[in-house]
């Protein structure tokens, strides 16, 4: 039971460069997140989902989208990347909704320059 | 607004030695609360949660939390610090019946330990 796998853990990324961070779960649970993580600042949410085909916005979704076309794999994809973006990102997933505990990804570290 | 608060960025306590990290909540309902700790250059893990029931809540790792209504706060504790618990701990909090997705996260505390 691996819980929730990131790829890739490290990735520097020049400006207007596109990428997509993957993750997957294999606990079949019906909410995964996307947060990222700025030094001093606590995570932010950037999506979430709550089941299959299912996908909604956070508190900072701009320059980023997002897709769940089955339970596990739920990627975050960057488009035109900007130094802006330059932060640890972590997916996240929960059995249900937010009030249930949330098991973590170890996280992709991006750069962009 | 809902919100978390950590007043504390860093502390550092010495191995042996009683902690405390504050957590303030702004809720209009009762919230679910968590406390979560960061390891370095690792994702998060789950050291307790409140959601209602006994206000004393213990953990793993040898934490405990006591959520106190009247001071809107969620504290923990551990009555001897390891050098082990060095890292970052983070304060969450959310409702049910709010935005699905919205775990509130405070900024985080630090936590160095001297030997």
Same mark, same amino acid.
């Given at each position: 039971n691996a819980g929730v796998t990131q790829t890739p853990k490290f990735r520097i990324l020049k400006i207007g460069q596109s990428m997509t961070l993957q993750c997957t779960q294999d606990? #079949?649970? #019906?909410y995964m997140y996307w947060y990222r993580q700025d030094p001093g600042m606590g995570l932010k949410l950037i999506y979430y989902s709550v089941g299959a085909g299912i996908t909604d916005k956070g508190e900072v979704p701009n320059g980023y989208n997002v897709s769940r076309s089955t339970t596990e794999d739920f990627p975050l994809r960057l488009e035109l +990347? +900007?130094?802006?973006?330059t932060s640890v990102y972590f997916c996240a997933s929960s059995h249900?909704?937010?009030t249930d505990t949330q098991y973590f990804g170890p996280g992709t570290r991006l750069t962009v320059l | 607004a809902q919100s978390v608060t950590q007043p504390d960025i860093h502390i550092t306590v010495s191995e042996g030695a009683s902690l405390e990290l504050r957590c303030n909540y702004s809720y209009g309902a009762t919230p679910y609360l968590f406390w979560y700790v960061q390891s370095p250059g690792q994702g998060l893990q789950l050291l307790l949660k409140y959601f209602?029931?006994?206000t004393l809540v213990q953990g793993i790792k040898g934490f405990e939390a006591e959520f106190k209504r009247s001071q809107s706060s969620f504290n923990l504790r551990k009555p001897s610090v390891h050098w082990s618990d060095a890292a970052e701990y983070f304060c969450a909090g959310t409702t049910r019946g709010?935005?699905?997705g919205n775990l509130i996260f405070g900024k985080g505390t630090k936590l160095s330990v001297k030997p």
């Open positions: 606990m #079949n649970h #019906n +990347a +900007a130094p802006s973006q249900r909704d937010p | 209602s029931g006994d709010g935005s699905q």
